[in-house]
């Protein structure tokens, strides 16, 4: 029940801060497609609102059933879920600002005034610590400006409240400010999504505190904020470079080997970060050289979740994309507002998408306890949507496909439960898209179980890997040659725009065709006939063997006709044709 205007709140107790953290995580949940659509790219992708609401709900879920009457518990608990379900850049910058304010925390029982202000500046420090060279213009500069006004006003501030009022104030300030920090914000006229995102959990503990009800409705971007623009500045270091590194926490101090392993980083590109917990330090390095930095971490300890992406993929985003699993905000509060907790079908998404996405939730449900039979030394996990592709990789020998892709990304636990379930040790996944990367990843982190992540960032990589399945090499065996052996394949996709936009120079409209190669946007045109023949103009050289997989709502007859274009147009030794069933992309193409 809302309070009183004017009761002072001075300190808030445990439960009052489960209730912030939990309406925040309901908050962003709401706000996160708008956030999602300050970064303008036409394709179906996942992006900062998204990531950051991934990365929350994993460190507010860590608060089921916690008891405990101290703020410095709770704090630590949604501290390590973050760390542990950090998803994307902006994920991991989340992640810190809430260890920071854990931090901050420790000891305490209660979250008064100056603690909320100290908690606030601790948050920014450690985030910004954690990135070596850090951007303004983002995430870090409005945490950074909110921490100091905070820190200004903590003293006349009548209560908590007052002081999360201005907070949120200067945040709000500071964000708007962004674009005048960073040239791509200000051609494409919005504001950072980060900090957009980081606005938004600030409102939320601020709704959370003051018991306010959250009626659903979806947010909507303003026309300023809604302007498409391609991203702006180029991009000096190539490749997106993350590795887990597990130290001996025995013989060296972890807090000193971050300190020293940040200095280093200095040398070998930008966009550093380097995070820890226990005995584990995660690196994220923009890099031209990669393979040296994978040699670095071997010497620092065993190098593990290694992870290597061309950054031209990593800026292809997607604005707008089906809501991923909903979180069940009501089981948090079943002895409050029980009515009021109860969530509607749509979610902002069609009844028919909820509906399917209702019954394949059930169908994992129904399953989850029953062990899956490995009849081999490693088990193989793939991520797949679409009746003909999920055929295809089982007829490859995966031993269970996880229902996902490109508006469906799974959660780490939706990866550790099948792992678990398996009566196997050794497990390889293919999580066979960019974004599921870094939740499958994790699953590492959480398993007994030897686990390798096979970065497959489309199905015919996966199909590629997995023709050359050894079952007698060692997991980390076959990690390495199957990220060796799906660099030789091309994958090229043909879909639709979902609305107006500039990337890579093209004038894109909503509803053209587009073709991408690997990621990348290259051509955009009125047919697909046309779509394909200048994707394949742009990119074909001396493969020899194509495979198209078409997709949902496409008959043979037109799978046929892109095949035909091929043998007209092109010099290829082999054309085949499979019925993959996958939404949202109508032909997908490998070139080998």
Known sequence: MPINNKEKITAVDAEQFKDMMFTSLYWLKEQKSFIDSLNVF????????????????????????????????????????????????????????????????????????????NALSKASEVAYHGVLKPVEGTILTVSREAAEKAQAEMDSAADIIEL????????????????????????????DAGGQGYLTILEGMLKGLKGEKIEYQAAEADTKTRKKSELAEDIKFTYCTQ??????????????????????????GDSIMVVG???????????????????YGLKKGK??????????????????????????????????????????????????????????TAEVSEQEDSEIVVEKNTGIISVANGEGVVNILKELGVDYVIKGGQSMNPSTNDFLEVVERMNTDQIIILPNNKNIISAAKQVSELSEKEIAIIETRSIPQAVTALMIFDDQASPADLKESMEAEIKYVKTLEITQAVKDSKVNGLEIKKDNYIGLKDGDILVSADTERETVINLLNKVAEDEELVTIYYGEGITEAEAEEIKAIMEENFDFDEIEIYPGGQPLYPFIISLE
């Not at 025995?250 to 392993?261: E, L, Q, T, V």
């Not at 995660?282 to 050289?289: D, E, F, L, Y």
């Open 303 to 360: 190098v593990f979740d290694i992870k290597i992406d061309n950054m031209r993929k990593q800026n292809q985003e997607k604005v707008q994309r089906e809501n991923d699993t909903d979180f069940d905000h009501s089981k948090f509060h079943q002895d409050k507002n029980a009515d009021s907790a109860v969530e509607t079908k749509e979610d902002n998404q069609p009844a028919e998408v909820a509906e399917k996405n209702e019954l394949e």
């Open 277 to 295: 917990s226990d005995d584990v330090i995660k690196i994220h390095v923009h890099t031209n050289h990669p393979g040296v930095l994978l040699e």
């Open 42 to 117: 036409p394709v179906p992708d996942g992006d900062t609102g998204t990531n950051m609401y991934l990365t929350f709900k994993e460190a507010v879920s860590s608060l089921e059933g916690k008891s405990s009457r101290s703020v410095s518990e709770l704090a630590a608990a949604l501290s390590k879920g973050a760390l542990m379900g950090a998803r994307g850049n902006s994920g991991v910058i989340l992640s810190q600002l809430i260890r920071g304010f854990a931090q901050a925390l420790k000891n305490k029982k209660k979250m008064k005034v100056k603690d909320l202000a």
């Open 243 to 268: 590795m887990l590194i597990e130290i001996d926490s025995r013989k060296s101090n972890i807090d000193r080997m971050i300190d020293r392993i940040r200095k280093d980083m200095q040398s070998y």
């Open 164 to 191: 999360f009022e201005i907070t949120i104030k200067a945040a709000e300030e500071s964000l708007e400010r962004t674009p005048e920090l960073l040239a791509a914000l200000k051609e494409a006229e919005v504001v």
